[in-house]
């Protein structure tokens, strides 16, 4: 069985190859909020991160994203991920996600630290 993190991270991931705003608003309630850093102003609502994600997207295949779920309990999710971006630059992720009981985001917070690029 599936637990509704990975389900979670599998959408996101989705969403990220995709760029679609339904897609992108499906992963999220009405009133989440979205934080692009620890100490980032929020996108707060549904709309205003599907709007934010638009404006930074990042275009499909020239990404790869390799994660696992580092602990998930009662709608808290840790993840822990690598991005590795095919042009100049890779990160390591860390994400903290809270569910509601739909599965949907209702707090998203990411960490990411620049490492090495892999030519």
């Known amino acids: 069985m599936v637990s509704a993190g990975a389900e979670w991270v599998a959408g996101y991931v ?8 339904e897609q992108i608003g ?3 309630s009405d009133a ?4 692009t850093a620890p100490d980032a102003d ?5 709309d205003a991160i599907v709007a934010g994600w638009l404006t930074h997207l990042d275009e499909p295949d020239t990404w790869a994203f390799d994660w696992r779920l580092v602990h998930e309990d009662e709608g808290f999710v840790v993840v822990q991920g690598r991005t590795e971006y095919r042009a100049d630059k890779d990160y390591l992720n860390l994400w903290i996600i809270r569910l509601d009981a739909d599965g949907r985001a209702t707090e998203f917070t990411e ?9």
């Open 42 to 46: 929020p996108w707060r609502g549904r």
């Open 26 to 28: 499906a992963l999220f």
């Open 111 to 119: 960490w990411y630290m620049p490492r090495p690029h892999k030519d």
């Open 14 to 21: 989705a969403a990220w190859e995709s760029n679609d705003p």
């Open 32 to 35: 989440a909020v979205y934080l």
